[in-house]
């Protein structure tokens, strides 16, 4: 009897685990036919690193490549499963923009080598998102652009957007497979098409 009652535990532990993992693999199953399909429409390709993983699919949208894939990244005490999403872009502008309330806040510790990588606060009101950028009060014109504006509303469940050397980058923490499905994807990637363009418009206006 001493016995029996650790070895049912752990049964159950391994019954329960089981599971777990033929859910989770029966959804990245659905994700990757979704990509696959997504692949046909987007003149790209769809894979994986090996059957048990996320998969990943890269494409071309107006002339734009694009990316999307999983990232796990660490919120303090815990390993978190975030989808991002990345499209080309021409502007050189370079700025990140972190929601208020649902981005993980850094330690005081890593505070100033986050400063050093993306650049200090830029004071902007009206945003759902905290502005960082190296260019400083220049990147205020592409803030209060309203094209820019409506689509960054459409973006306000995203942890960040990250405009940097070429890309913009958006990633939130993975919800579940309704995410992935096509015409979500598509959406997103229309709403990343309408923010990219102020942007670069600003970019060419600022050359001149």
Same mark, same amino acid.
């Given at each position: ?8 535990? !752990? ?8 599971? !777990? ?23 790209? @390709?769809?894979?994986?690193?090996? *059957? =048990?993983?996320?998969?990943?699919? +890269?494409?071309?949208? /107006? ?5 999307? !894939? ?17 499209? +080309? ?41 905290? *502005?960082?950028?190296? @260019?400083? =009060? ?6 209060? /652009?309203? /094209? ?25 923490? !993975? =919800?579940?497979?309704? @995410?992935?499905?096509? +015409? ?17 418009? @600003?970019?060419?206006?600022? =050359?001149?």
């Amino acid at each position: 009897m001493i016995n029996f009652i650790p070895l049912t535990f !752990f049964g159950l532990i391994a019954i329960v685990g089981i599971s !777990f993992f033929l859910h989770g693999f029966a959804n990245r199953q659905k994700i990757f036919a979704f990509f696959r399909e997504l692949a046909g429409t987007l003149d790209g @390709e769809a894979g994986r690193d090996n *059957v =048990a993983s996320y998969p990943w699919l +890269k494409g071309h949208i /107006d002339g734009r490549d694009v990316r999307i !894939f999983f990232h796990t990244s660490e919120n303090h005490t815990v390993s978190v499963l975030n989808l991002v999403t990345q499209m +080309k872009t021409t502007t050189p502008l370079r700025f990140v923009l972190l929601q208020k309330d649902g981005f993980r806040k850094p330690k005081p510790d890593q505070l100033q080598k986050l400063e050093d990588e993306v650049g200090p606060i830029v004071p902007f009101e009206g945003l759902p998102f905290d *502005v960082r950028s190296p @260019e400083g =009060a220049g990147i205020q014109p592409v803030l209060s /652009d309203p /094209d820019f504006r409506q689509a960054l509303k459409e973006l306000e469940g995203y942890n960040q957007v990250l405009f940097w050397d070429g890309q913009v980058i958006v990633s939130r923490q !993975f =919800a579940g497979v309704p @995410e992935t499905e096509p +015409k979500r994807v598509l959406a997103l990637l229309d709403t990343l098409s309408r923010l990219i363009r102020p942007a670069e418009a @600003e970019a060419t206006v600022g =050359a001149r």
